[in-house]
């Protein structure tokens, strides 16, 4: 069974940074396309940054520019380095593979205040 362990989320002021780390207990983690997901109050999940095994990124345009994914595939870590937080940044964060598998990590949450 793999485990997803996200840490790093905390309450910051708008305009702050933050970064997340999650560790995966995947044999295969370098050849895994791995991502951060996001899902605030009341709304889906949604995908916000992702990382290809050969190193391609991609972002949603809500984050794109300010927040930057990577991965340490020797300690199997994937990170998500989030500046120039909004309020709207608030959500539990997330990394799962691209498509995402069907279980899911505790998450970590992230709170923006204005």
């Known amino acids: 069974q793999v485990q997803l362990v996200e840490s790093g989320g905390g309450l910051v002021q708008s305009g702050g940074s933050l970064r997340l780390s999650c560790a995966a207990s995947?044999?295969?983690?370098?050849?895994?396309?791995m991502a951060w997901y996001r899902q605030a109050p009341g709304k889906e999940r949604e995908l916000v940054a992702s990382?290809?095994?050969?190193?391609?990124?991609s972002y949603a345009d809500s984050v794109n520019g300010r927040f930057t994914i990577s991965r340490d595939n020797i300690k199997r870590t994937v990170y998500l380095e989030m500046s120039s937080l909004k309020p709207e940044d608030t959500a539990v964060y997330y990394c799962?593979?691209?498509?995402?598998?069907?279980?899911w990590g505790q998450g970590t949450q992230v709170t923006v205040s204005s």
């Open positions: 990382l290809s095994r050969i190193g391609t990124t």
């Open positions: 799962n593979a691209v498509p995402n598998w069907s279980f």
């Open positions: 995947i044999i295969n983690f370098n050849q895994v396309f």
